[in-house]
């Protein structure tokens, strides 16, 4: 886990640099946020791991997050079209900010997410529950209308109405807190069966493998929006993949 974070805080300080030294091509600089927010979630993890530091963890996810939105910013500040590196699909970062406690900068990572699909640029399924995400961070007036057509549209590209994240969104829209926790313990499920299937594999070799395998940071992130939302979630409660100490509040 140490050269882990070695290796991630290295390679922090040398997007930093790069993202930092003048104009670039606009593909080069969005693919430079979008690793630096990358390699925060890694160096994150690591520390949460490696010394369960706890603070490094908080403040790592919050850098995630912050790289995003000066992503999202950038973009819309040159008016340029959402990439494969801006779409909503890439939740990672979002998830980041909701798990480190900071509403604020969700909030604010939802406001200039892309709201349209990109065809062939990102999977649909993960454009409607990234904007799902971003709904519930920012929890305004009428959002449960808003709401409806999303869920429908993951469930329709989805066609399983029992999937993970269709259920978890209905239980948050609904307050139903059994219903949550029972969807969140099969989110998890599912999160590290998949990565039981591919041990072994090349994908096993990346840095981000071994740390994601061990703490869901999506879940984290969950987590913290049920209790956003009000839902009366044992707080003392043992969930698989979601350490106590790296739970907000």
């Known amino acids: 886990m140490i050269h882990h974070e070695a290796n991630a805080v290295e390679a922090i300080r040398v997007l930093t ?15 430079i946020l979008f690793h630096l927010s990358r390699h925060c979630r890694i160096a994150a993890l690591s520390a949460l791991l ?19 939105l000066n992503l999202l910013r950038d973009r819309a500040a040159q008016e340029r079209p959402f990439s494969r590196f801006t779409g909503a699909a890439q939740i990672a970062p979002l998830c980041d900010a909701l798990a480190a406690g900071e509403d604020t ?38 959002w449960e209308a808003v709401a409806a057509p999303l869920l429908s549209g993951l469930l329709r590209v989805m066609q399983d109405e029992t999937a993970p994240r269709v259920r978890v969104c209905r239980a948050l829209l609904a307050h139903e807190p059994d219903a949550f926790v029972a969807a969140l313990l099969e989110l998890l499920e599912r999160h590290g069966a998949w990565f039981r299937a591919r041990a072994g594999t090349l994908q096993a070799r990346e840095p981000a493998f071994e740390l994601e395998r061990s703490v869901c940071v999506e879940g984290l992130a969950l987590l913290h929006l049920a209790s956003r939302h009000g839902l009366s979630v044992d707080p003392a409660a043992e969930y698989p993949l979601l350490p106590d100490i790296a739970r907000v509040g």
Request: avoid cysteine; glycine fraction near 8%; hydrophobic fraction near 40%.
């Open 50 to 68: 490696a010394r369960a530091d706890v603070v490094s963890f908080r403040e790592r996810l919050r850098l995630s997050g912050t790289w995003r």
């Open 17 to 31: 640099l790069e993202a930092e030294s003048g104009p670039r091509p606009v593909e080069e600089r969005e693919r």
């Open 105 to 142: 900068l969700a909030q604010d990572i939802a406001r200039a997410s892309a709201p349209e699909w990109l065809a062939r640029k990102e999977f649909e399924d993960d454009f409607y529950y990234g904007r799902l995400l971003g709904g519930f961070a920012l929890r305004e007036p009428g």
